[in-house]
């Protein structure tokens, strides 16, 4: 069986600190688990719904799957630094004022809410996410080729 590169990039890109995302080799699928929910369940002696359930069952398989032979953590957000993927994307522009402007602009306080403002005002808009979607496959390939999963394009 094989996975769908997109379906990886998905979850790369919609990342949140709350979710971890596994690749089931025995599925073919990936499982996602909110660890705030893990957490409440394994402390509540109270009887939980049957997703809740069912998702700290799964979560109990993935933590004692210790060599990770069924369950893959998929590429967290250190594997992605999306502030790599920023100031890649800004040093291959050819104009340089623009490259000056967006790193600026990445180089503040609330960094990635000015960059992104910026790419706006610079009309990069698709550009930028047509080159992270890019590198954010190039690293899903790279992942599923580490840990010996076949993929689909």
């Avoid at 599925?27 to 719904?49: H, K, M, R, W």
């Avoid at 953590?73 to 100031?87: A, N, R, S, T």
């Avoid at 979607?133 to 394009?153: G, L, R």
Wanted: one cysteine or more; hydrophobic letters at 30%.
């Amino acid at each position: 069986m094989t996975i769908k590169i997109d379906d990886i990039i998905e979850q790369l890109d919609f990342f949140d600190p709350d979710i971890c995302s596994y690749y089931d080799r025995k599925q073919c699928t990936i499982i996602s688990i909110n660890t705030g929910d893990v957490e409440y369940a394994s402390f509540t002696d109270s009887d939980l719904p049957d997703w809740e359930e069912q998702n700290y069952k799964i979560y109990q398989e993935i933590q004692n799957d210790i060599q990770q032979k069924r369950f893959v953590p998929l590429p967290d957000e250190f594997d992605l630094h999306e502030g790599k993927i920023i100031q890649d994307y800004c040093l291959q522009l050819t104009n340089h004022e623009q490259t000056n402007r967006l790193l600026c602009a990445f180089n503040v306080h609330k960094a990635f809410r000015k960059f992104k403002n910026q790419l706006y005002r610079e009309k990069l808009e698709a550009d930028y996410y047509q080159y992270k979607y890019q590198q954010i496959k190039a690293i899903a390939i790279n992942w599923c080729k580490e840990n010996k999963i076949k993929f689909v394009d």
